[in-house]
Nanobody, 113 residues
Framework: VQLQASGGGLVQAGGSLRLSCKASGIMFRLNTMAWYRQAPGNQRELVTTITGGGSTDYADSVKGRFTVSRDNAKNTVYLQMNSLKPEDTGVYYC????????WGQGTQVTVSS
């Protein structure tokens, strides 16, 4: 199983970024995918999940600003992040739970005020 995340960067508050995570080695369309983030000094926290059928759930802190989507033909999950805030800064990880958790390598998102 491999999860390859990309799309992070530096953006000003109020800006947007789109993260991508390409999966291999799994039956992608059958699996719930998730995005987590970890800010310096904090625990990793769940940001959003999307089931194979496209049902989504979000942390309260990102509702209305972030949108998760997936393209099962491309084995890729996306995270569109709008109206970014400095508190969104952190390393973002894609995740899939099989018999254990699998993680992508993480991509840094930095939001300046």
């Amino acid at each position: 199983v491999q999860l390859q995340a990309s799309g992070g960067g530096l953006v000003q508050a109020g800006g947007s970024l789109r993260l991508s995570c390409k999966a291999s080695g799994i039956m992608f369309r059958l699996n719930t995918m998730a995005w987590y983030r970890q800010a310096p000094g904090n625990q990793r926290e769940l940001v959003t999940t999307i089931t194979g059928g496209g049902s989504t759930d979000y942390a309260d802190s990102v509702k209305g600003r972030f949108t998760v989507s997936r393209d099962n033909a491309k084995n890729t999950v996306y995270l569109q992040m709008n109206s970014l805030k400095p508190e969104d800064t952190g390393v973002y990880y894609c995740n899939v739970k099989l018999y254990r958790d699998y993680w992508g390598q993480g991509t840094q998102v930095t939001v300046s005020s």
